[in-house]
């Protein structure tokens, strides 16, 4: 059973998978039809399902593209790197022309490689081939149709290119001799991880290696064993902080782990030392963007006091007032208001919510007033006041919303844009 999606939202999660399945299908040019029988058995019908709800991108979606003139993303990439070989193999340019740093895991970026290789003075510079593993292992990663396993390898994909340009690895120079120290560590990196299949050969390896040789190799090597997340991305701040307060010392955090790396970033920050990111930051994490997450998450899912205070104490909440006011104001909204015992505070009555718990807190109520009551002035109330009805009155246009079923996207992109408005 395929099931429908119930609302707009499920409709997106579901298209931004098969979105990203086709990029993957027109990355690796391979045809949708080969999808026919990658399946064979006991599952053949299943699958038969699967490739008929796949008939929207293999009929219905080049149907649309034609008929607008457009084309995916993926294929028009692949078509520009395509494009840009012709060009060179037609017209070879006179001066150098230099690739460096790719792997050429894109089929199209492989041919485009393999064209700069054969130029004139055409160079193709490959990040870290191992040139010290024996060829029986480098055989067995290189060869076509290698079990799943390889295929992760970190030469494999060096491996294909090489093979893609029709070079031999012994044909491949070095254009600089690495110090001994850094040599021994990857000469040892790269047995550790050799592949399975000649894994008998570390007896003969081995004796390659002497205890001296690791210990050179790994000398400015520290392994640090992180109970958790929070305390790994501390420890490589202060690494990093420590290096930093060297004079005219630099120094560079590499990991695949954006979480990782905006954690660290963060951490930074708590020292005074600003990062300079190169993996940029993505749209959802900008603060824009977190104030409309903030702004949904109140109008369409009231009752955590801990979003409406994150939403309060937003630093481009403005609400057309100064930024100072806003802080002074959330104070007293959160003391009075959002503080023990609140059960589950609505936006759309918050300034209601307010008022009663002001009442409560009285010194004519049943309850003890807290400590800080007394220090409340009449001034300073009424500014909690005034910000609670100007954040009330810019979130009305999405809590309007709130209860209707049949809503169309549009209306509520307006709607969050005439919010997002009033609160900035």
Do not use: C
């Not at 993957?24 to 399946?39: F, H, Y």
């Not at 979606?61 to 034609?66: I, T």
């Amino acid at each position: 059973e395929i099931v429908v999606p119930a609302s707009a939202a499920d409709a997106i999660w579901l298209a931004r998978d098969l979105a990203r399945l086709m990029d993957e299908i027109e990355t690796e040019g391979t045809d949708w039809i080969r999808l026919a029988d990658l399946v064979t058995g006991n599952l053949a019908g299943w699958w038969q399902v699967t490739l008929d709800f796949l008939s929207i991108v293999t009929e219905n979606w080049p149907n649309l593209l034609e008929e607008r003139n457009r084309s995916n993303p993926a294929a028009h990439r692949n078509a520009l790197i395509r494009l840009e070989a012709a060009r060179l193999k037609r017209n070879p340019p006179t001066g150098p022309v230099i690739a460096a740093g790719s792997t050429g895991s894109i089929p199209a970026t492989a041919e485009l490689l393999a064209v700069i290789a054969g130029l004139p003075s055409g160079a193709v510079v490959l990040p870290g081939l191992d040139l010290m593993l024996d060829e029986p292992s480098f055989q067995a990663i290189a060869v076509p149709g290698a079990r799943p396993a390889l295929l992760g390898h970190p030469q494999y994909g060096l491996a294909k290119l090489i093979g893609k340009i029709g070079v031999l690895r012994g044909d491949v120079e070095e254009i600089a001799v690495a110090e001994r120290p850094l040599a021994l560590r990857a000469a040892l990196v790269g047995e550790a991880l050799r592949p399975a299949e000649t894994t008998e050969l570390w007896v003969e390896t081995r004796a390659r290696f002497t205890t001296g040789d690791i210990t050179e190799a790994f000398a400015e090597v520290t392994l640090l064993e992180a109970a958790g997340e929070r305390d790994e991305a501390v420890a490589i701040a202060v690494a990093l902080k420590r290096a930093v307060e060297q004079p005219g010392q630099r120094a560079a955090l590499v990991t695949g782990d954006r979480a990782l790396a905006r954690r660290v970033s963060v951490e930074l920050l708590r020292f005074g030392v600003v990062a300079d990111d190169s993996g940029g930051t993505p749209l959802i994490n900008t603060p824009a963007a977190g104030l409309l997450r903030l702004a949904l998450q109140a109008a369409f899912r009231p009752g955590d006091p801990v979003t409406l205070l994150s939403l309060l104490k937003h630093p481009l909440l403005g609400l057309g007032l100064e930024r100072t006011s806003v802080r002074h104001a959330v104070e007293i909204v959160e003391l009075v208001a959002l503080r023990g015992g609140t059960g589950r505070p609505d936006v759309a009555s918050l300034p209601e919510l307010f008022d009663a718990r002001l009442l409560e807190f009285d010194d004519r109520g049943n309850r003890r007033p807290p400590f800080w009551r007394s220090r409340l002035s009449v001034r300073r109330i009424e500014e909690a006041r005034d910000l609670l009805i100007r954040l009330t009155a810019a979130l009305a246009p999405l809590v309007a919303y709130r209860d209707e079923e049949n809503t169309d996207l549009a209306t509520l992109v307006r709607a969050s844009v005439v919010a997002l408005e009033g609160l900035g």
